[in-house]
Structure formats: C-alpha cells, structure tokens
C-alpha cells in the first residue's frame, strides 16, 4: 500500500561544508558562514551537528532570520517541536513577510495532527508567496490527511503549474485519485513521476498499487517488483505486492509478502487485515480471525477500507 510522499531535496554538501569552513577561519564572527554550513549538514541529515552551527549564526547575530528558520527545520527533523515552533513562532516575530516560515511551522503542525492550524499557515504563507510551490505541495498534504481530496487535488494541480518536475505533487496527487477511485488519473501521475525520477521507489509502488485495483495485475506485479529491487524490505511494497499476489489466487505468496511486510512494521494494519484474508482463503480460520482482530484493533475502519478495494471482509 503506498503512503504519501514528502516535499524534500538533497544535494552534494561536502565541498560546500569545505568551503564554509575556510570561510570561518578566515572570519569567526561571520554569521551566515555558520548558518549555510548548517543548512549542508542539515542536508546531509546531520541535524544535531547543523543546530551548532545555527546556535553560533545566531549567537553573533541575534536578529538572524534565516538561522531560527532553519534551527526550527532541524529541530522538527528531530522531534524537538517545542524548540521548532519557539524557532519558528521567533522567525516570524523578527519577519512577519517570510513566507517559507509560515511554510515551514504549518509542516510542523502537521506532524502535530494540527491540521487546521497547518492550513491557516500555508495559507499565509500563499498570500505573501503566490508562487511558492512547496506550499501548495504542503497544504495539498493537509488537505489530503483530513480526507479533502478534491481541495487536495486542486493544490497538487497549483504546485504542477508552478513547477513542473515536481514529483512529489505528481506522487501525491495520483494517491489522491487512487483514493477517489480514478485510478487512469492515478497511473498516469505515477507515469509522470517514475519518468522524472526513475529510482523513486515510492512512485513504483504506487502504480503498482493502483493497477493492482484497476485489475492490471500483470503490469501492478512488474511494478511492485521493481519497487522492490530499489528498496528490498519497503514494507509498503511488500504489502501492495502482497495484494497483487492475493487478487491473482497465489495466496502462498501472498502470505510470505505479507509476513515480510509485518517483520518490518508489524503493526501494520493494512498488512495484517490482506494476511488474514489470506489465510482465510488457506482455511486457517483461527489465524485469519487473529490477524483480522489485530488489525481491526489498530484501525477500526480497516475492513470499509477493504471494501473499497472490492473485497469483502
């Protein structure tokens, strides 16, 4: 089963981190050498080690945007919110027009489960930044996690015309219409994206996901296996290939997928509702009816979910 995609990029820092380090010995007290030597550990996710050097950016130029901005990001990257949203709240106090701070405090709130919160930032941050992709992406996110597919797809659509190889928009919006049930829509975003960044091993399971429902089940198989050539133990491609297996009646190999997807995340309940479908199928009643609890247990709407799948519980 695929899951949503997340709006991020890393590139070469090595060289960069050289260069600012030759800076900072040239001048100590020059702030924005720290900061953007903390941006490249950041980005090499080096988190803890980038905070050091926004701490110093910050300590010789304690009205420095930029460092809380980022502090706040590796913070969050590091489950600290507190410290995140103090950073984030901070930047936004010294520059109430930066855009990618509201940005960025609505992608923690997010994490939060404070959805509405999130979307009344990305909102800002749209009015000050009409073009600033990223947030559409983001709030597309939001939208999508309280269910609003239709404003999720519209954001997807905004964040494509304003950047068109942005394969996490067209990742996220072929989820949205797989779960709307448009799943021509669904592939075609999953083409698009595969054909941009072929070793995005997300996009692969996706697709295969999608034709899987679709009933293109030769097609959804080659997929979910190249999914998981890219990404061997991807407990979401083990499930979704999992699926396949159990659309086409190989039910032994449908249970072996499914084992190995719960060995990586054993409560997964999507993984353990298809394996005692599957079991069910093999006549092992009492672990078909074990495996269906648990995973009615994790997530009680876990059987509709099936149902939407065409397969009754």
Known sequence: MPTLSTIGRRGETDRAIRDYDEAIRHDPRLAVAYNNRGNAFSSKGQDARAIQDYDQAIRLD?????????????????????????????????????????NNRGNLYVGLGELDRAIQDYDQAIRLAPSLALAYGNRGNAYSNKGELDRAIHDYDEAIRLNPRDVTSYDNRGLAHTRKGDLDRAILDFDQAIALRPGDSSAWNARCFARALAGYLDTALT????????????????????FVYFKLGQVDRSI??????????????????????????????????????????????????????????
Not at 67 to 75: D, K, P, S, T
């Open 62 to 102: 304690p009205g420095y945007v930029f460092a809380y901005n980022n502090r706040g990001n590796a913070y969050r990257s590091l489950g600290d919110s507190l410290r995140a949203l103090r950073d984030l709240d901070q930047a936004i106090l010294l520059a109430p027009d930066y855009a990618l701070a509201y």
């Open 256 to 313: 072996e997928d499914y084992d190995a997807a719960l060995r990586a995340e054993p409560r997964k309940a999507h993984s353990l509702y298809g394996r005692g479908l599957a079991k069910r199928r093999k006549a092992d009643l009492a672990g078909s009816e074990a495996d269906i609890a648990a995973a009615n247990a994790i997530s009680p709407r876990i059987a509709e979910q099936y149902r939407g799948y065409s397969i009754p519980p």
């Open 223 to 242: 997929d979910c296996d190249e999914a998981l050539r890219l990404r061997p133990e991807d407990s979401n491609a083990l499930d979704s290939r999992a």
